[in-house]
């Protein structure tokens, strides 16, 4: 059995929620303008970071359910078997 660990969030990585609202932020400053073209550069690169974060924590979601369904089936290997009474 896969133990998948709890990526919690830290100083160094925010939770999902964060980096998706962060993102949007920045989507947000980047489509405005305004910015030096060092400026966009940054904001862009914080922006594919806060991109691969996200991804991180919804592959470490879609793991943890696989790994629960997975165990849920070994648990019930006939599902259409209704359960005794």
Do not use: H, K
């Not at 160094?12 to 920045?26: C, G, T, V, W």
Request: proline letters at 8%; one cysteine or more.
């Amino acid at each position: 059995m896969t133990v998948v660990s709890d990526p919690s969030p830290t100083a160094e990585q925010p939770s999902y929620e964060q980096a998706r609202d962060e993102l949007a932020a920045i989507v947000v400053a980047l489509e405005g303008g305004g910015q030096t073209l060092e400026q966009a550069l940054t904001l862009w690169e914080r922006g594919e970071g806060l991109a691969a974060i996200c991804q991180s924590w919804l592959d470490n979601a879609r793991q943890r359910l696989d790994t629960a369904r997975a165990a849920q089936t070994q648990n019930d290997p006939d599902p259409s078997t209704p359960p005794d009474s």
